[in-house]
């Protein structure tokens, strides 16, 4: 399994995505669920993928395919909108469903799979897009300014406590590994390392780049004072009087 998580604020947008894949408890590996589209001045484009591993791979290899496209054909490069990006992305997923999903399904392999994709291209403001496994797609708003994929349930709490679209980067950051942190915490599926991106709003160029690997000092604090800040909280609550 997997999880990802993208989120679009006023400052800018925050992407993450974990790299553990596995099929069974023997076989377990790691593997890089987040790819990125940069060409400086003119556009950034992230995309995460959750769920078969074969299926998210085919779709970007069909997407880089488009870098050789004749002259004139819409690429991931020369499209002039992120809804337009979101519908390629979501027509790859279809091809691959379509050539591999039957054949998966007969050997009683699950063939689904999700991707994130967001970021900003000159002339338009930043754009968030979930894609689901048919091709099919929803944009992030105000009102829902982030989207997860993979194990969701687990980091779910904190975001929805937390983040706004007026959060500013840093603590948005800090909310994502503690988002992280309690998917690891409580599901086996989802490990570090962890890749985040940064894209500060129109400079249409990647902020920074991290990849958070077991040891992090930084992880490794956070979730260390995080456990025990929640257990001094719930000591400092009062017992319900009705369990005399």
């Known amino acids: 399994m997997t999880y990802c998580v993208a989120l679009r ?15 069974g408890v023997d076989h377990i590996a ?9 060409k400086p001045g003119d556009r950034v484009i992230v995309l995460l993928s959750s769920g078969n591993l074969a299926i998210t791979q085919g779709v970007i290899n069909i997407l880089d395919r488009h870098q050789k496209a004749p002259q004139g054909e819409s690429t991931i490069w020369s499209v002039t909108s992120m809804f337009d990006v979101a519908a390629l992305a979501g027509d790859a997923l279809r091809e691959m469903q379509q050539r591999d999903g039957k054949m998966l399904m007969q050997s009683g392999i699950e063939a689904s799979a999700n991707i994130i994709v967001g970021g900003q291209i000159s002339g338009e403001d930043e754009r968030l897009f979930h894609i689901y496994s048919q ?3 929803i944009e992030a708003s105000d009102e829902t300014p982030y989207f997860q994929l993979g194990e969701a349930k687990y980091g779910k709490p904190i975001l929805d406590r937390v983040l706004t679209p007026g959060t500013p980067q840093k603590e948005a950051a800090k909310c994502v590994l503690i988002s992280f942190d309690s998917t690891i915490k409580s599901n086996i599926s989802v490990g570090l390392p962890i890749d985040m991106l940064w894209y500060p709003r129109d400079s249409l160029r990647v902020g ?26 719930f000591g400092e609550l009062p017992d319900p009087d009705w369990m005399e």
């Open 9 to 23: 604020l006023d400052s800018g947008m925050i992407f993450a995505s974990d790299s553990r894949t596995n099929a």
């Open 30 to 38: 790691t593997f890089c669920k987040m790819r990125v589209y940069e």
């Open 135 to 137: 091709g099919n797609f």
């Open 208 to 233: 920074v780049q991290q990849r958070i690997r077991e040891g992090d000092p930084y992880f490794s604090m956070l979730r260390q004072r995080w456990g025990g800040g929640l257990r001094r909280v």
